[in-house]
């Protein structure tokens, strides 16, 4: 078993023989034995004459030889028996591995299944449909602002670079100028941080025009360049508003310390509007993109659910669509937020086909009744044929041209406002149509979506 001859046995211990390669299980076992004064069928690993490693069993006891105390071992070879209990175990890892990759096969079949489903009736849809548009729409709405924000941060960056200069210029002229001076600089200035003007770019040629021929009639060097900053500003009428400011010896490099004042306070506003649009468009888009599988119904404003879709549009209505919004106070709908997003996204974007991006999207939101939200979305198109009337709701029916939608929006659209317990219908004519959604404010209806 060992490998050992006779001779070689004869007389030597287990440690001068080196069958124990585990010093620390040789003093186990026999602290054990020294306990106990018997063992039977204990499991060792042991090693024999050549090193190689023998699972053991093995069964000691002691007795007195010759008036010595001795211990007796039994000690049976069980390596075989270990490695078919290894092979047993393997094959047990083996066969529970392979029930594992088969739950998960089934698993993942069933999830395919679901997502086949998702896509015929949300991927699938007049939202996809106009998917690489709306791309592009995101991008330009977010590349808009950051092109503001760069060009605002250029222009603080050079109002910063020169102050020093600016200021070591005019420190000395304002300490020289009278109270009634300085009061009109000082309202000039904040009237020109504080306008919200917007003007058309006729508008501004008109009053640049205007401005430059009283400027000329002043002395001003460069009257043009000054008459384009004061109107851009809302200060065309400062001439005639501060009359003491503009007849002051040095009112040219006061009107440019203070130009350069208000055009870093309106590249910083810029910076913040862009900011805020910027932070807009990224929320609705997570809200428009994210869809739960938990379920449960939350709490839902409908219109910031409706804003969420109007923004993410934005850039496909903002030329040819004039879009009338009437909100009235209606309170929080319970229902699940992701669907409520589709639905508005269908209605939508189909009124906004249906009048080819030309026209008038109206939404309402009102109370109907003590329990209901009514939101009404219509549009200024040619209206639904009445061959077409019947079958407006059923799968795959759609009136668009090819490649334009494939049917299921409105399909959606219905079983979305079913699964809220609401009703849908809708009004058409020649001179548009009208979806009317009704869904219950109160909420007792809190089964779970499946």
């Not at 490099?253 to 309106?266: D, G």
């Not at 090819?402 to 406002?417: C, F, N, Q, T, Y």
Request: include cysteine.
């Amino acid at each position: 078993m060992f490998g050992f001859t006779r001779e070689e046995t004869i007389g030597k211990t287990s440690i001068e023989l080196n069958i124990w390669p585990d010093a620390t299980q040789r003093k186990a076992y026999f602290d054990k034995l020294s306990q106990e004064k018997m063992l039977v069928d204990q499991e060792l690993i042991l090693q024999g004459k050549n090193g190689k490693i023998i699972h053991a069993e093995c069964s000691t006891t002691f007795a007195e030889i010759n008036g010595r105390l001795c211990a007796i071992n039994l000690v049976k070879d069980i390596s075989e028996k270990k490695e078919a209990e290894s092979l047993r175990r393997l094959n047990k890892e083996i066969s529970d591995q392979n029930e594992l990759i088969e739950r998960q096969k089934q698993e993942l079949e069933e999830i395919l299944k679901d997502l086949k489903k998702t896509q015929n009736q949300l991927i699938v849809s007049e939202k996809m449909a106009a998917l690489g548009q709306l791309a592009a729409g995101i991008a330009h709405e977010i590349n808009n602002p950051i092109g503001v924000i760069k060009s605002a941060n250029d222009s603080i960056q050079n109002y910063f670079e020169s102050s020093t200069d600016r200021t070591i210029r005019i420190s000395e002229i304002l300490q020289g100028l009278n109270a009634i001076v300085l009061e009109e600089l000082h309202t000039f200035l904040n009237k020109g941080k504080k306008n919200q003007e917007i003007l058309s770019p006729k508008e501004v040629r008109t009053r640049v025009k205007e401005l430059e021929v009283k400027l000329k009639a002043k002395g001003f060097e460069n009257p043009h360049s000054i008459a384009q900053d004061l109107a851009e500003f809302g200060l065309d009428s400062s001439i005639e508003e501060f009359p003491n400011l503009f007849a002051d010896k040095d009112v040219q490099v006061l009107l440019r310390f203070a130009i350069a004042e208000i055009q870093a306070s309106k590249s910083s506003q810029l910076i913040d509007m862009s900011v805020n649009r910027t932070s807009k468009v990224v929320y609705a888009l997570k809200k428009f993109t994210h869809w739960s599988s938990e379920g449960i119904k939350s709490p839902v404003t409908l219109s910031e659910s409706i804003e969420t879709v109007l923004t993410i549009y934005h850039n496909q209505l903002k030329i040819g669509v004039e879009i009338n919004r009437e909100y009235n106070d209606v309170p929080p709908i319970q229902g699940y937020a992701d669907d409520l997003i589709h639905l508005w996204t269908n209605l939508i974007y189909n009124a906004a086909q249906a009048m080819s991006f030309k026209g008038i999207l109206g939404i309402r939101i009102s109370r109907a009744g003590k329990n209901e939200a009514e939101v009404v979305v219509s549009d200024t198109g040619p209206g639904i044929s009445a061959s077409a009337n019947e079958r407006i709701f059923e799968p795959f029916f759609t009136t668009k041209a090819p490649g334009e939608g494939s049917g299921m929006g409105l399909d959606i659209a219905k079983k979305i406002v079913e699964t809220h317990g609401g009703t849908i219908r809708f009004e058409t004519s020649p001179r548009g149509t009208s979806f009317f959604v009704r869904l219950p404010i109160s909420g007792t209806n809190l089964e779970l979506r499946t």
